[in-house]
Antibody, heavy 122, light 108 residues
Framework: EVQLVESGGGFVQPGGSLRLSCAAS????????MNWVRQAPGKGLEWVSY???????YYADSVKGRFTFSRDNAKNSLYLQMNSLRDDDTAVYYC????????????????WGQGTTVTVSS | DIQMTQSPSSLSASVGDRVTITCRAS??????LNWYQQKPGKAPKFLIY???SLQSGVPSRFSGSGSGTDFTLTISGLQPEDLATYYC??????????FGGGTKVEIK
């Protein structure tokens, strides 16, 4: 079964740090690009970051310079290091597998984890 | 940056109704447009890619259309299990992605 399982969420004070993990199984992890997407309470989806199969990385402007996305293909795992956390980083964080159905720009996310909750508050 | 605007933000319809959700891009994105369904308390599910192609396993009552800046998601014959929030997402600027604000579909 293709599966993504996030972990590492929790409660942290503003300015603090947290490291999220995402464990992949059931597919050839090293061959796929991956993403983090977040959802603030009662709000819509926000794309956070992308990592290619060869570790080229892009970030949303809202997290650039504060978050670091990495992957370990030997462990079938993703990591999101979140520093200088702010109240507006409070959200459920999903990892999601990238899929380019019929060409590079036809890019979506076809497998999602269940999410891990990050709460930033004093 | 490309902005994605969905309308309406919410709607209520009866079982069997035809439901249409609109997504508008702030600039032309060709057909680089995906749709997702998110049921309450669950992760999103990938429904449609390239504006009109159904992901494997998605019921045929779902359809998508559009190109350029204007896109629609149609549910032909709303079912109780379609209670969800629907999001569009542009991939014109892959790998930097943008979602619409979402449309919540409720059942009367």
């Amino acid at each position: 079964e293709v599966q993504l399982v996030e972990s590492g969420g929790g409660f942290v004070q503003p300015g603090g740090s947290l490291r999220l993990s995402c464990a992949a199984s059931g597919f050839t992890f090293s061959g796929y690009s991956m993403n983090w997407v977040r959802q603030a309470p009662g709000k819509g989806l926000e794309w956070v970051s992308y990592i290619s199969s060869t570790s080229t990385i892009y970030y949303a402007d809202s997290v650039k310079g504060r978050f670091t996305f990495s992957r370990d293909n030997a462990k079938n795992s993703l990591y999101l290091q979140m520093n200088s956390l702010r109240d507006d980083d409070t959200a459920v964080y999903y990892c999601a597998r990238g899929m380019a159905a019929v060409g590079y720009y036809y890019y979506g996310m076809d497998v999602w984890g269940q999410g891990t909750t990050v709460t930033v508050s004093s | 940056d490309i902005q994605m605007t969905q309308s309406p933000s919410s709607l209520s319809a009866s079982v069997g109704d035809r439901v249409t959700i609109t997504c508008r891009a702030s600039q032309s994105i060709s057909n680089y447009l995906n749709w997702y369904q998110q049921k309450p308390g669950k992760a999103p599910k990938f429904l449609i890619y390239a504006a009109s192609s159904l992901q494997s396993g998605v019921p045929s009552r779902f359809s998508g259309s559009g190109s350029g800046t204007d896109f629609t998601l149609t549910i032909s014959g709303l079912q109780p299990e379609d209670l969800a929030t629907y999001y569009c997402q542009q991939s014109y600027t892959t790998p930097v992605l943008t979602f619409g604000g979402g449309t919540k579909v409720e059942i009367k």
